[in-house]
DNA sequence: CTACATCCTGTAGCTGCTACAGGATCAAGG
DNA sequence: CCTTGATCCTGTAGCAGCTACAGGATGTAG
């Protein structure tokens, strides 16, 4: 049994491909291995050929990423979207919660830069024996133990 | 030369200080295989025993983690407030790039949840062929197809 | 004295890549 | 036809910052 082959004709190779979709070889490489692509056709050398239907995979892919879905949310995106369609309630779903995690990332981000604003706000950036940042760090008598 | 030994009274076991400074034990390892926190003293038996000292310390860097810092800014920060107590300039530079970091992760967080949002909102949640929230992610038409 | 909790070292795994090493193959110019 | 240089291949190891074992050695309570 040979393996699948392909002309050049066929498609392109991975550094068009990479070119193509702005995802570097190797990360292409990588999501093959673990399977986030599927394996493409090869040439009698060995080498990948890609035609339109990876390029439109690899694409969503990396738009997933940018949108900072995970590669795990993104797969079951494909597969949601995939040959039977399915009901995009389910793609609802997953981005709802991808909403969620991001609300709350913004929150903590949030308080965290107020809390930084305010305590740089009031460094003098002199040589203060108690530095605000330092202080907001320093956790003493906030942990039960005692002296230094 | 021997190795410096400790008497368990002189200190607590890496559990205590686990739980006081809510660090889980493996991390409290690796953050002294990496340098993080000095090598500690140690029982006959080789048990590790931790004072004050490096209860504030370790107090001092998991408060910078929730902060969003990584462990190389917490690590100048421990050097700038260190012995020679430095200047408050450095620390507040420090701080101020990393606020500049929180900054920009808001703005791109909340961009993405603008996007994220209105997409889920034009979703009907049927069993629509063309999902919305797919349609952002897909690429088609975005992409360079074919020959540029 | 026996459980059982806690400690030790060391290694491998996680996510999402990136960066080699050490070869094979391809396309173009001489 | 041959050489150069770009591109391809596989495989492994590294990044941050941990976490999770395996397989022992100790400590402590009943």
Known sequence: MRPIKALRADGM?????????GVNIETIRYYEKIKMLPAPLRTEAGHRVYGPKETRMLAFI???RELGFTLDQIRALLNLGGP??????????????HIEDIRAKINDLTKL???LRKTVA????GK???????????????IKTSRT
Do not use: F, W, Y
């Not at 190779?13 to 979709?21: A, D, K, T, V, Y």
């Open 113 to 115: 830069e107020r809390l």
């Open 62 to 64: 990396r738009r997933g």
């Open 128 to 142: 203060v024996p108690d530095c605000p940042v330092l202080d907001i760090l320093d956790t003493q008598g906030r």
């Open 13 to 21: 190779p991975i550094g068009e491909l990479s070119r193509l979709c």
């Open 84 to 97: 039977e369609k399915a009901s995009c309630a389910e793609v609802r779903e997953i981005a709802k919660h």
């Open 122 to 125: 009031q460094c003098s950036g």
